[in-house]
């Protein structure tokens, strides 16, 4: 049972934008109504379009009934909504958040205590050191937190610079740089299924694991973002952040304890471990049709898709070859993990009508259809001796018969409670794109792919002779 939150007033920088209308405001809501903010709470709109607190409102409602899992009723809303204001001003300009101080003050002092103080910068990229710089000079940052997007930075250069930025202002205790993957129930999942049950520890090594796979399917393309996608493209996108993350929870030695910094430690020590990528071993492709989109140079060389291979040089992963895709416009949407395990090491079964045994492999579906299947060979029923594949089966939805808490919903809790365990760790952001420095200094030519297939010939051979694997349920 968590305990109740202090006074929390929060505010949202680039309240007006698609991340804020999607998943911030929603996820407030939903906490909300769930009971899980505190009773006494402030959430405040900042962006540079005018706006009156009951537009703000408006636009709020409208996202909680287009993307909430329970919309709002006119009292469940009502509730909420007293708790929302607008206030619009700049970044750029020296002392521009003056009057949001002042504002605050006036918004708080209703409150029987204090609020902690709890800011989410939902701006682009491009505008977290304005953001940070304002908040310095307006005496905001005083034991207040500061949520990040990704990505962070655009390299490790610029990572670097923006942390000593960020730093000027904020301590790095203040600080959480979000990756909504690590909020996934499923992601966390994978930490608890490893640490938690003795079958599988002694398995997870070297040993007896042939290769690891980790995809992200997306199957809409880039949603009107093109002029934001041109600037990262899927690698910068999705590989520094959720499959590197998720590789680490997968890859990572069983920390002391789960103190945040204790776990972190051990996701660090994975990213040190990980060798620089290989240009050669990088699949960079772009789906037909992407350079028409709005936003969208003609000529781009822009990736909507990438696979790559990646090695960790440790005792436990050493020659354990770590296979990730990701992209747009695939022939579905699905998030998955996939260990398969080395061949048995004598086939007693040869002379049979059964053939080789294919590989036992441990898949994690991180969405949809949220669960955990273990493939295995069995003997099929009737005369002979006959192979068949049988899948062991655990299905979220079955099984605890409970709505798994959105990521945002999570992390949005967890950061106004000061807890550091699910956000990325200034060396961890740091080290990730010096794994990628050689493919982002040296890209690999773009080749092309058709919407709604799995993505280019190129991806495929990049396994060779393994195959990809995609649950089928």
């Known amino acids: ?18 991340l804020t209308k999607r998943k911030l405001l929603p996820a407030l809501f939903q906490l909300h109504d769930q009971g899980l903010l ?22 709020a409602r409208k996202a909680a009934a287009e993307f909430c899992s329970n919309p709002p009723g006119d009292d469940r809303w009502r509730r909420f909504a007293g708790h929302l204001s607008y206030v619009a001003g700049e970044y750029g300009a020296p002392w521009a958040m003056a009057h949001l101080a002042d504002y605050l003050k006036a918004v708080e002092a209703p409150m029987r205590e204090p609020p902690g103080r709890f800011f989410y910068a939902a ?27 990704k990505p962070f930075g655009h390299d490790a250069a610029s990572a670097r610079e923006l942390n000593d930025c960020i730093h000027e202002v904020f301590d790095e205790s203040q600080v959480f740089r979000i990756d909504h993957y690590l909020g996934k129930e499923t992601v966390q999942n994978i930490l608890a299924f490893r640490f938690a049950n003795g079958l599988f520890e002694p398995v997870w090594n070297r040993r007896y694991i042939d290769h690891v796979q980790i995809t992200v399917a997306e199957d809409i393309g880039i949603e009107g ?25 997968l890859a990572m030695e069983p920390p002391v304890s789960f103190d945040p910094d204790r776990l972190r430690d051990e996701t660090v020590k994975v990213l040190r471990s990980m060798m620089a990528c290989d240009p050669s071993r990088v699949v960079r492709a772009q789906y037909t049709g992407y350079r028409e989109e709005e936003g969208v140079s003609r000529g781009s060389q822009v990736e909507t898709f990438a696979a790559l291979e990646v090695a960790i040089d ?17 022939a579905r949407k699905a998030s998955e993990v996939t260990l398969k395990f080395r061949s048995v090491p004598f086939n007693v079964f040869r002379e049979t009508d059964m053939g080789l045994p294919r590989r036992d492999h ?21 005369p002979g001796l ?14 605890f018969r409970t709505p ?16 550091h365990t699910l956000f990325l760790r200034q060396d961890g952001v740091e080290r990730a794109w010096e794994v990628l420095a050689p493919v982002l200094e040296n890209p690999t030519r773009i080749v092309s792919y058709e919407p709604g297939t799995w993505g280019p010939p190129e991806a495929d051979a990049l396994l060779a002779p393994r195959r990809w694997h995609l649950w089928k349920g």
């Open 1 to 18: 049972m968590r305990e109740q939150l202090p006074p929390q007033t929060v505010v949202i920088f680039g309240a007006s934008g698609d």
């Open 38 to 59: 505190p009773a006494e709470f402030a959430i405040v709109g900042y962006a540079r379009t005018p706006m009156t607190d009951e537009e703000f409102r408006d636009v």
């Open 123 to 149: 701006t682009p990229p491009g505008a977290y050191p304005d953001v940070v710089r304002r908040l310095g000079e307006a005496g905001l940052a005083r034991g207040a937190r500061i949520v990040f997007e």
């Open 225 to 249: 973002r093109g002029a934001f996608f041109e600037q990262t493209g899927t690698i910068r996108d999705m590989v520094t952040t959720h499959l590197f993350q998720v590789l680490t929870f």
């Open 314 to 330: 440790n005792w436990r992963w050493a020659g354990v070859p770590f296979f990730l895709r990701t992209g747009k416009r695939l």
């Open 362 to 382: 441990l898949t994690f579906r991180i969405q949809p259809n949220e669960g955990i299947s273990l493939a295995v060979n069995a003997k099929k029923p009737g």
């Open 386 to 399: 006959e192979l068949g594949r049988v899948e062991l089966d655990f299905d979220y939805d079955t099984e």
């Open 404 to 419: 798994i808490l959105d990521a945002y919903e999570l992390l949005l809790l967890e950061a106004m409670e000061g807890d």
